[in-house]
C-alpha cells in the first residue's frame, strides 16, 4: 500500500543513517521509450527533450533533503525494437547518438543496446548482438544486454554460445582498459523491464513514454542495525530486523522517486530495493552474510545466509512501497564489493560457490574477472548454467563476466569508481565444454505451463 509523505521523524533518521551508515539513492534512472524514432539524430532528440532537466532536478532534492543521488541515468527502449533494419553501420550510429545524448544531459551510463532472443533471433536482433564489441569500445557511457533465456520459453543456446564469442570479441576490442567493455554488457535470464540498475537496464513495453525509478542502497545501514542486536540472536530476529531497517531505507526511496517524477512531469515507476555493495568501507553485503554468522564469505553457510537477507529484503521493502520492482534484493557483485573481492582472493570464494549463492540472490554472476585465456566456449557454459538457475527457479539471473586479456588466476584487475578492483578468479576448464557446442534450444520447465 502507497503512503503518504515521510514524517519528521523518518526524515530525521534518514540523515542519520545517511551520515553513519552509507545509506544512498544509488541511481535514479529516467526511462524512455523510443519506438518511432527512425534516425540516430531523432534517438538524439527523443533523449535531450526527455532529460534536459534530469541532473537540474535531482541535484536540487538531493541538496534540499541531505540523501545523496550517487548516479543519474538514462534506461531506453531495447535498441532491436528501434532500429529499422539489420544494418550494422545504422546500429554503430545509434550507439553514437545515444552516447552523445548521455553526454549532453549528463548521466554516466545510458543503458538500452539491447536484444530480447529467449526463443528466437531475428536478423536485427542477431546484428545488435554481433555490433555489441565495437558499440561498447566505441562509446563511454552506452551499456548493453541481451536476454537469452526466460521461463516460459526455455534458454536459446544458439543466442548463448553466440553471447561467449561476443564477450569475448567486446573483451578484446577494449584490452587496452582491462576489458571495460565487459562491464558494459549483461546477459540475462527472466530480465525485467523495469531495473534501474547498470549495466542491464532497458525500458521495456508496457512502461509508458518514460518513467522515473529509483535504486536505493543500504548494506550499511543493515550491517549496522545488526551489530545493534543481542550476540547470538536467532536467525528469525536477525530477519525481523532487516526487515523493518529496509522498510526504513524504502520509504526514503520512494520519496525521492515520487519527488523527482513529479518535478520532472513523468510517471513514477518502481523502487528498486536492492542492496548494491561499493568498495566504500562499511558497505559490503558481504559484510553482513559475516555479521549473519559465515565465518568468512564463500564457507558454508554463506548460502542459507544470503537466501535469508535476500528474502527479508524484499518483505521490507513490499511492506513500504506498492511499487516495488526491478531486481530487488541483494547484489554481489565481487569487483564492487571489498569483502567479496579479498575472499576470491584468499580462495574461500569459487566460482562454483559464487553461482550456488546465485540462486538465492537477486541477480547473477557479476563483475567476476575472469583469466584472459578462458574460452567462448566455457563463457557461454557459465553463462548457461546461471539461464538455468533463472529459468528453474523463476528468478532473474544474469552474467557480467570480464575475460581480462592477458590476465592469469589471482592477479588483480582495477577498473575505478563504482567498478571497483577484483582478483581473476580462476575458472577449472578454459578450453572446450561440449554441452554448449550442441546449440538448439533448451525447453522450457513444466512450471511454465502454470497458466
Do not use: Y
Not at 394 to 420: F, H, N, Q, S, Y
Request: negative net charge.
Amino acid at each position: 500500500m502507497a503512503r503518504g509523505p515521510l514524517g519528521m521523524d523518518e526524515i530525521l533518521e534518514s540523515v542519520g543513517m545517511v551520515g553513519r551508515d552509507h545509506l544512498d539513492i544509488r541511481t535514479v534512472t529516467l526511462g524512455i521509450d523510443l519506438r518511432g524514432c527512425r534516425t540516430p539524430e531523432a534517438v538524439a532528440r527523443r533523449i535531450t527533450d526527455r532529460a534536459r532537466d534530469l541532473i537540474g532536478v535531482t541535484d536540487t532534492l538531493a541538496a534540499e533533503t541531505g540523501i545523496p543521488i550517487v548516479n543519474r541515468r538514462i534506461a531506453v527502449t531495447p535498441i532491436a525494437w528501434v532500429a529499422d533494419e539489420p544494418d550494422r553501420s545504422l546500429l554503430l550510429e545509434l550507439a553514437r547518438a545515444l552516447d552523445e545524448a548521455a553526454t549532453t544531459v549528463g548521466v554516466d551510463f545510458i543503458g538500452g543496446f539491447s536484444a530480447m532472443v529467449e526463443k528466437h533471433t531475428s536478423r536485427i536482433d542477431e546484428e545488435v548482438m554481433a555490433t555489441l564489441p565495437l558499440a561498447l569500445a566505441q562509446t563511454d557511457r552506452v551499456c548493453g544486454s541481451v536476454n537469452v533465456a526466460t521461463t516460459g520459453a526455455g534458454i536459446n543456446m544458439d543466442a548463448v554460445i553466440f553471447m561467449g564469442q561476443v564477450v569475448k570479441e567486446t573483451a578484446a576490442a577494449t584490452a587496452d582498459e582491462s576489458a571495460i567493455g565487459c562491464a558494459k554488457l549483461v546477459v540475462f535470464a527472466n530480465a525485467v523491464p523495469d531495473n534501474p540498475f547498470m549495466a542491464g537496464a532497458f525500458h521495456g513495453f508496457g512502461e509508458g513514454d518514460a518513467a522515473i525509478s529509483v535504486g536505493i542502497s543500504g548494506p550499511g545501514v543493515v550491517a549496522n542495525a545488526l551489530r545493534r542486536l543481542p550476540a547470538g540472536a536467532p536467525m528469525q530476529e536477525l530477519a525481523e530486523e532487516i526487515k523493518r531497517t529496509v522498510f526504513k531505507i524504502t520509504r526514503v526511496g520512494e520519496h525521492v522517486g515520487r519527488e523527482v517524477s513529479r518535478r520532472l512531469g513523468v510517471a513514477f515507476g518502481v523502487v528498486d530495493i536492492s542492496l548494491a555493495p561499493t568498495s566504500t568501507p562499511g558497505d559490503s553485503v558481504a559484510e553482513i552474510l559475516e555479521l549473519i554468522g559465515v565465518e568468512r564469505v564463500g564457507l558454508p553457510g554463506s548460502t542459507v545466509a544470503l537466501a535469508m537477507l535476500n528474502d527479508a529484503v524484499k518483505k521490507g521493502g513490499a511492506m513500504a512501497t506498492s511499487r516495488a520492482g526491478g531486481l530487488s534484493g541483494a547484489f554481489i557483485p565481487v569487483s564492487e564489493d571489498a569483502h567479496f573481492a579479498s575472499a576470491v582472493a584468499d580462495g574461500h570464494l569459487v566460482l562454483e560457490k559464487l553461482e550456488a549463492m546465485t540462486a538465492v540472490c537477486s541477480v547473477g554472476l557479476d563483475m567476476i574477472a575472469l583469466p584472459g585465456d578462458t574460452s567462448a566456449d566455457t563463457i557461454a557454459a557459465i553463462i548457461a548454467d546461471e539461464a538455468a538457475i533463472g529459468i528453474i527457479n523463476d528468478k532473474t539471473t544474469a552474467a557480467r563476466l570480464i575475460p581480462v586479456p592477458g590476465a592469469r588466476p589471482g592477479e588483480w584487475v582495477d577498473w575505478g569508481g563504482l567498478l571497483g578492483r577484483a582478483p581473476v578468479i580462476d575458472v577449472r576448464d578454459r578450453e572446450r565444454v561440449g554441452v554448449v557446442e550442441r546449440g538448439g534450444h533448451m525447453p522450457p520447465p513444466l512450471r511454465a505451463l502454470g497458466n
